[in-house]
Structures are given as C-alpha cells and as structure tokens.
C-alpha cells in the first residue's frame, strides 16, 4: 500500500453523513486506495459536506478552504453539495463536487483525479467496511431522503424523497457489523419510523419467512441479533408504540430519540411538522406506562419567525409536563431555498438568544431530577473508554456524542475494556451525567 494513491477525508455533519463517509471510503479501500491522516501526505482530498444551518455551511466551507489551502486538490460531496453554486462562489478551485450520498459520482471523480491502482488489495478491506466510529458501536442507516415538507427544512430537495433500503440488505449489513464485534447498533435516517413506506411496507424473503418492509419489523429483526439496538429520529407516529414490547423483553433498548421541535400547536403548523395535531404529551405518558424506564431524547427550535412570548410559554409548559430525559436546542437560523424564509415576524436575534438561554436553563433542571432519581439503580454499561482511574461508558438512556456518560470509578475499573460491557450501581448524578461503581 506503500505506493497506492492516497486519499484524505473530511467528514463532517449528521450520522448520516459519516455512514455516507464510510461507504465512500469502504469503496476507496476495496479499490486499492490508501487513506491519508494528514492533507500533507495525501495526493487528493474528500470533504463531505453539511448544509443544513448557518453554521454547519460556514464550517463546510472553512474545510474546504483549510483542504485546498493545505492540499490544493478538493473533492467536495455531502449536502452542501447539492447548491455548488454556494461552494464555488467561495472556492472556485476545488476539482468537482457532488451531492449527498452520491458514491458512484464521488468515485468517478477521484478516478478522473487520481487514476485507481492497477491492482487493489480487496483482501485489505475488512467485511464491516472502513467505519470512522469505534470499534464497538456503528450507526445503521436504513434509508435516504423524506417525504415530510417541513417549511425550516431543506433535506428533501437535497436528498430527495424517501426511499428505504431492503430490509435484507440492512440486515446483512447488521449481521456483518455484529460479526466484526460492534456491541450497538445505532439506526438512523431522516425518518425511522416511516421505513418501508415508499415501498408500500411489501414483504421480502428472509430465509424461508416472508417479513413485511416496515418499522415494527425491522426493529423486531434487528432485536434478534443479540447486541444493543437503539432508535433515532423517530417521529411519534401511533405505530411508534407497536415497538413498546420489544422494549420491555429487553430486545430493543428503551431509549427514543424523538423530533418533536416545538410544543406550541401554532407554531408546529407554521412548520408543517407531520403528526402537528397529535397530543403528543398523551403518547409520551401511553409510551412511559408501557415502558417505565424508557429515555426520550429530542430537539428543539426556538425563534421561529412568529413565534411570541405566549408561544414561548407554551413550549416550556410543554416541556415541563413531557419531562424529557436528554434535549437539544437550535435557534431557528434562515436557509436558503426553507419555505419559512416567507413567513412574516421574523424573531430578533437577541430574543431568539434569550429564549433558548431559559429553554436550556428549564431542561438542565428537568435533566438533572432525571438523572437523580436514576441513583440506587443497577444497569448494565457498555465501556467506551477507559484511563488510570476511570472508565466511560454509557448505559441504555445514553446515546454516543449526544448524550451525557456514565463514569466509572473505585475498584477493578482498570480491568474493564473499552467495547465489552459492565454491570454498574448508579451512585451519583449531574446535570448530564452518572456516576458509577462496578457491582
């Protein structure tokens, strides 16, 4: 590999970036290419892009302008790539760019660029593929793209409508990673809980069984591979409930990263939030009576352009009374091509900055009473990392890089390897996170 080309690779955005970051690199290294740690040592540069927010497309463009200046030779894919325009206004000397979750075209550029190596070691490529996260956890991403038109939101004409994988191939996909030794199964996509919808939820043949493309299954199919499995960007839909049960036997983790954006009916309508007229806080209390121990996760906007004080109000009544475990907040930021560009009463910068100062401030408190009322408990935690005197990990209610941790200390922790799993008796708690001893 010594003299393959070599590749660098920015990676930047959601989860379902890095798994678009994984696959192109997979294809890279299945191809022969060599991967680079530094822009000095790489004979071309990928930068995947986000372009969702302000700052996220601030960042994106600070990459490739840190790649070119350091390398001079820029691929440019992911979801800023889908307005070029953007991208080329401000570094018209980058080689080619793509959009979102375009492998083939990505490829295509960096043979253009950087001819592939006569012989590729295909041996050298592990069955899981190159992955960018540890060795004990993966992100499953089960679909591309949307069908929802939410006025803030431009995934849609960026990456299109929904479109689930087959369910065999998610599988396979699952099965392989569990193989190679990944303890938890992360799955994502734009909307989770509307997999197999485009595809009119048609049964597929698995084995000598006929398995129906939809949410319950797959969750129901995963949960039989014996690791942890944990659900994100899960919109409240009333099916949401039929995976309740696989909760409670222990088969799905009972954890629920849930959008819900706003408490305010109002608001959620200028929005065009699917499922706006629900009374979610009545689903949250049928979810928790099912499942007790269940922890809900979700994000917020705050500033939304006509959005008032009593709307505000609404929002924190709304969360004082839904008691979610893990939260995120975004002051609403304008993008280009969002319908919510044209909505009248747009909220002051200074308020919006206020507004979501008291959000956090109400959800820091509800988070800390959580996690208090968690001391006592006895969970099982899978072991991220471990130092001289402490290990981190994370039990059922904590989700990587989002979530707070569990830390672990006293007796027999320098024994405890990162990827494997512990049983822990909570003994303290923060605002964000546990504190632990092995039991």
Known sequence: ????????????????????????????????????????????????????????????????????????????????????????????????????????????????????????????????????????????????????????????????????????????????????????????????????????????????????????ELARELGELGIWVRMHYVYPYPHVADILPLMAEGKVLPYLDVPFQHGSPRILKLMRRPAHAENTLARIRSWRAAVPELSLRSTFIVGFPGETEADFQVLLDWLEEAQLDRVGCFKYSPVVGAAANDLPDPVPEALKAERESRFMQAAARISAARLAARVGERTRVLIDSVSARKAFGRSYGEAPDIDGTVVIGGRGVTRLVAGEFAEVDIVAADTHDLAGRLA
């Open 1 to 216: 590999m010594s003299t393959a080309p070599r590749i660098g690779f920015v990676s930047l955005g959601c989860p379902k970036a890095l798994v678009d970051s994984e696959r192109i690199l997979t294809q890279l290294r299945a191809e022969g290419y060599a991967v680079s740690g530094s822009y000095q040592e790489a004979d071309l540069v990928v930068v995947n892009t986000c372009g969702f927010i302000d700052d996220a497309i601030h960042e994106s463009l600070d990459a490739i302008g840190e790649a070119l200046a350091q390398n001079g030779r820029v691929v440019v894919t992911g979801c800023l790539g889908a307005r070029p325009e953007t991208i080329r206004e401000r570094h018209p000397a980058v080689l080619g760019i793509t959009g979102p979750h375009a492998y083939d075209e990505v490829m295509q550029l960096v043979h253009r660029e950087l001819p592939r190596p006569h012989d590729p070691y295909t041996d050298l490529v592990p069955p899981q593929g190159i992955r960018l996260t540890p060795r004990h956890y993966a992100y499953l991403k089960i679909s591309e793209g949307c069908d929802h038109k939410c006025s803030f939101c431009i995934i849609p004409s960026m990456r299109g409508g929904l479109a689930s994988r087959p369910l065999s191939h998610i599988l396979n996909e699952a099965i392989r990673l569990r193989n190679a030794g990944v303890r938890e199964l992360l799955v994502i996509s734009q909307d989770t809980s509307a997999y197999g919808a485009d595809l009119r939820f048609a049964p597929e043949k698995l084995g000598q069984r006929e398995v129906r493309t939809g949410f319950y």
